[in-house]
């Protein structure tokens, strides 16, 4: 599938779903499975979570976007798409779908700032309980006690 291509054999119909993308918007930036596909965790009636990056995505509003990319999918990929702005600008955020795919996901296809991308996600973030918190902060421990004793 080009560059970044993953080492697994997907679907057929995410394969000819990035062809049909190609075709409308032209080269593809990135192509991010993520979720349980991603993890080798998929069950038969599972779908094919994909973010899609293309800054072709910047002449149409997040709605716009998605419909079309729907409307270009079969039944199991449920597709995303975001320009490359967009999805750094999620990741400044901590936006849990950008860290998702970009440090849990399978690149089937990624710019050389795509992984760059990645990799400075993967190194600002880790994952704790589910949640995305940056490396440098360390949890606090939250003593309940000793906050009702400061408050007062």
């Known amino acids: 599938m080009g560059g970044g291509e993953a080492e697994r054999a997907w679907p057929r ?3 000819e ?3 049909r993308v190609e075709e409308v918007f032209g080269p593809l930036e990135a192509v991010l ?4 596909f991603a993890k080798g965790l998929e069950g038969v009636w599972s779908d094919v979570d994909v973010l899609v990056v293309s800054d072709s ?3 149409l509003g997040i709605a716009d976007r998605i419909l079309v990319l ?3 999918a079969e039944k199991r990929v449920e597709p995303l ?3 490359y702005e967009e999805l750094k600008n999620m990741v400044e955020k901590a936006n849990s779908l950008a860290l998702n795919a970009l440090i849990d996901g399978v690149a089937l296809k990624e710019s050389p700032r795509i992984r760059e991308l990645r990799k400075r996600a993967a190194s600002t973030y880790t994952k704790k309980g589910g949640v995305w918190i940056p490396t440098s902060q360390k949890p606090s421990r939250f003593d309940g006690a000793e ?3 400061s408050s007062r």
């Open 70 to 72: 729907m409307n270009l």
């Open 33 to 36: 499975v993520y979720g349980s």
């Open 147 to 149: 906050s009702l004793r």
């Open 13 to 15: 119909e995410l394969e």
């Open 57 to 59: 995505f910047a002449e």
């Open 17 to 19: 779903f990035v062809k």
């Open 81 to 83: 798409g975001y320009t």
